[in-house]
């Protein structure tokens, strides 16, 4: 299993300019989350999702789309980027979307100049 | 809406010393889950333990041990024998769950926690 894969690893954007992060797993789990990290401020929820077709937002959700056609993906789109969203973001997932254990990816640096 | 704090936001040991990480968190859900994840530079989250609500016995992964205190709201980690490994972040962590399903993980600020040779 290759658990929960992002790309790109890195990204530069400028402002106003559109992008979709990508997230997927292949472990067959239910939730699935996006949360970002800035400097000082620990992880903050975007958005998530308890199965295919339902998604919800969560802390920070203004200026990001979700969808989930299917269960193994769960994209994140920029609608037009800010300099505010500078930041690294995280997928991750869990075999229940009553939650318990969330699998993080790796992670996506991006930045907004 | 739920919090959490960690109180110290550094905390230097030596090797193989025991040291304990503070969390505290708010809540009026009685139903939920705590966790805590290391964040090493490479910066992949990696859950150390984790702590069922209902369950009043403290989880324990081999050198790592909670305090679970549910009316006091506190939930400490204890880590003992510490390693150079162990120098990473270590985030404290609370996701509800609600008749809907779980809906996220509710993070603190972190404490980066530095083991001296």
């Known amino acids: 299993n290759a658990g929960v894969t992002q790309t790109p690893k890195f990204q530069v954007l400028k402002t106003g300019q559109s992008m979709t992060l990508q997230c997927a797993q292949d472990?067959?789990?239910?939730?699935m989350s996006w949360y970002r990290q800035d400097p000082g401020m620990g992880l903050r929820l975007i958005h998530y999702?308890?199965?295919?077709?339902?998604?919800d937002q969560g802390e920070v959700p203004n200026g990001y789309n979700v969808s989930r056609s299917t269960t193994e993906d769960f994209p994140l789109r920029l609608l037009s980027a800010a300099p505010s969203q500078t930041s690294v973001y995280f997928c991750?997932?869990?075999?229940?979307?009553?939650?318990?254990?969330?699998?993080f990816g790796p992670g996506t640096r991006l930045t907004v100049t | 809406a739920q919090t959490v704090t960690q109180s110290q936001p550094e905390m230097s040991v030596q090797e193989a010393e025991t040291v304990t990480l503070s969390c505290t968190y708010d809540?009026?859900?009685?139903?939920?889950?705590l966790f805590w994840y290391k964040q090493p530079p490479s910066r992949q989250m990696i859950l150390v333990i984790r702590?069922?609500?209902?369950?009043?016995q403290n989880a324990t992964e081999n050198r790592f041990s909670v305090n679970f205190q549910k009316a006091a709201k506190s939930f400490s980690l204890k880590i003992s024998d510490s390693q150079l490994g162990d120098t990473a972040m270590y985030f404290c962590?609370?996701?509800?769950?609600?008749?809907?399903?779980?809906?996220?993980?509710?993070f603190g600020k972190g404490t980066h926690l530095i083991i001296q040779p």
């Open positions: 991750a997932s869990s075999y229940s979307a009553w939650g318990g254990e969330q699998y």
């Open positions: 472990m067959n789990h239910e939730y």
């Open positions: 999702s308890v199965g295919a077709g339902i998604t």
């Open positions: 809540t009026s859900e009685n139903n939920y889950y």
């Open positions: 702590q069922e609500a209902y369950k009043q």
């Open positions: 962590a609370f996701m509800r769950r609600t008749g809907g399903g779980a809906d996220g993980l509710t």
